[in-house]
């Protein structure tokens, strides 16, 4: 048997170290939580989101008097200050890092692990809600939301995917705060929402996520047919 000289045998060993290195650096990266999937959205762009504005909306109580699960929507886009706004009542960052030594977010998440992620499901492709830069980060594209939602939400406006991982026993409880703003955020804008179960293996698949990360449950938004 020949043996490596010990140069060659060193290189490739840097070699090997430095791309699991740069594996391991890159799942940290919002929208990479995607296992060993590649990121198939070379053609979409982020979208930086305008500010979320946040002195609009219904006084809360009429908010909490409108909410409600309506299975119906109309194939029209949410304006990207619409969009900004959702996604930020749902769980975007009310205390920055400068106010609080960990960011703050509207919704509240066990050990403040803040581990929810969001796939926001629009007609063009897949992102990844990104809270500290308010970026929709591509995560697929073409239009997914008839191949992840059931019939009657395959037009809406858009779908967020709830997605956590694998091993969190408080994830479900986490979600449900969230989507809970997402359904006031919606009754206080006069839209529809929903809130359902997925096949959470089939659309992990559709997603492209690896086996770290589990599909928990979806929500859609959307203008209400006249
Ligand atoms: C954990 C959970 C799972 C749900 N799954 C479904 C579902 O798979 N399909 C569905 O049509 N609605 C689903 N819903 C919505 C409920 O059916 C709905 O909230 C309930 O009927 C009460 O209606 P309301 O939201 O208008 O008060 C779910 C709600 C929760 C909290």
């Known amino acids: 048997m020949r043996i490596l000289p010990l140069r060659i045998a060193a290189r490739w060993t840097a070699l090997l170290v430095a ?34 504005g946040i002195t609009g909306g219904m006084p809360l109580m009429h908010a909490l008097a409108a909410r409600r699960t309506t299975r119906a929507f109309i194939d029209t886009p949410l304006p990207l200050q619409t969009l900004s706004n959702l996604l930020w009542a749902a769980f975007g960052v009310n205390r920055p890092r400068a106010v609080k030594s960990d960011l703050g977010r509207t919704a509240p998440s066990a050990y403040n692990k803040q581990d929810i992620t969001l796939d926001v499901v629009l007609a063009d492709g897949v992102y990844v809600y990104d809270a500290e830069a308010n970026l929709l980060r ?33 994830a479900q409880v986490d979600v449900g705060f969230i989507a809970q703003n997402v359904y006031l955020f919606a009754a206080s804008e006069g839209l529809n929402a929903w809130f359902y179960t997925v096949h959470a293996q089939d659309v992990a698949a559709k997603l492209g996520l690896g086996s770290d990360r589990s599909v928990l449950y979806a929500q859609s938004v959307g203008y209400p047919p006249q």
């Open 19 to 52: 791309s699991v290195a740069l594996v391991w650096a890159a799942s940290f990266l919002p929208g990479l939580h995607r296992g060993a999937s590649p990121v198939l959205a070379a053609e979409l762009k982020p979208i930086q989101l305008p500010n979320p």
């Open 138 to 170: 591509p995560v697929l594209s073409g239009d997914m939301r008839g191949v992840i939602s059931p019939a009657p939400a395959a037009h809406a406006a858009v779908t967020i995917v709830y997605v956590a991982p694998s091993r969190d026993d408080y």
